[in-house]
């Protein structure tokens, strides 16, 4: 059973990583109309091989699977499991949310706002939400998974709870 839930890569890592692909796109498709292909075939190879991987890292997701009553925190790729990780819960009693942000972190070292009044703000932060194990005896926790959507988090806790001996103590966040 396994259930997907939102892409892999963050929104500053999915820009560089079209960047990225648009740049080697544009180099192979350009050795290949002006450069004999004999001549940097090998070239020409790495760069497709390069480009297949760029596009396969663009279309992953991150996930949960359960496989013989054990939870796994899984990457997929078109719906096919690429990588697994054992989540092991048998420690914890109950899943609990965290909300926080992420941010790309552009801010200065140094606080001298009269020098910078011209300079646009770069930071770009969303509201995430981080999925933890709480242990109830010693307090304890261990983090699961972050999502970023708040529908996608409800779908999670509740695959969670179906699949595991896991209970919720938080509220789950309102769509």
Same mark, same amino acid.
Request: proline content about 1%; hydrophobic content about 40%; glycine content about 4%.
């Given at each position: +059973? &396994?259930?997907?839930?939102? &892409?892999?890569?963050?929104? &500053?890592?999915?820009?560089?990583? %079209? %960047?990225? !692909?648009?740049?080697?796109?544009?180099?192979?498709? *350009?050795?290949?109309?002006?450069?004999?292909?004999?001549?940097?075939?090998?070239?020409?190879?790495?760069?497709?091989?390069?480009?297949?991987?760029?596009?396969?890292?663009? $279309?992953?997701?991150? *996930?949960? =699977?359960?496989?013989?009553?054990?939870?796994?925190?899984?990457?997929?790729?078109? /719906?096919?499991?690429?990588?697994?990780?054992?989540?092991?819960? =048998?420690?914890?009693?109950?899943? @609990?949310?965290?909300? /926080?942000?992420?941010?790309?972190?552009?801010?200065? =070292?140094?606080? !001298? &706002?009269?020098?910078?009044?011209?300079?646009?703000?770069?930071?770009? @932060? %969303?509201? =995430?939400?981080?999925?933890? +194990?709480?242990?109830?005896?010693? /307090?304890? *926790?261990?983090?699961?998974? !972050?999502?970023?959507?708040?529908?996608?988090?409800?779908?999670?806790?509740?695959? %969670?709870?179906?699949?595991?001996?896991? !209970?919720?103590?938080?509220?789950?966040?309102? $769509?």
């Amino acid at each position: +059973m &396994k259930i997907i839930l939102e &892409k892999k890569l963050d929104f &500053k890592q999915f820009q560089n990583l %079209i %960047i990225l !692909t648009f740049i080697t796109v544009m180099v192979f498709l *350009g050795m290949l109309n002006s450069v004999d292909f004999k001549s940097y075939y090998t070239i020409e190879i790495i760069l497709l091989v390069l480009n297949f991987i760029f596009i396969a890292i663009l $279309c992953t997701k991150k *996930g949960l =699977s359960i496989e013989n009553k054990r939870l796994y925190n899984t990457i997929f790729l078109f /719906g096919f499991r690429l990588r697994k990780t054992l989540i092991e819960t =048998s420690n914890f009693q109950h899943v @609990s949310i965290r909300q /926080g942000k992420l941010s790309t972190n552009y801010a200065y =070292s140094y606080n !001298t &706002k009269e020098s910078r009044n011209w300079e646009p703000d770069l930071n770009y @932060s %969303i509201t =995430s939400f981080t999925l933890l +194990m709480i242990d109830e005896n010693k /307090g304890n *926790g261990k983090k699961m998974l !972050t999502l970023t959507k708040a529908d996608k988090v409800k779908l999670a806790i509740d695959f %969670i709870i179906k699949s595991t001996n896991l !209970t919720t103590t938080d509220h789950l966040p309102a $769509c």
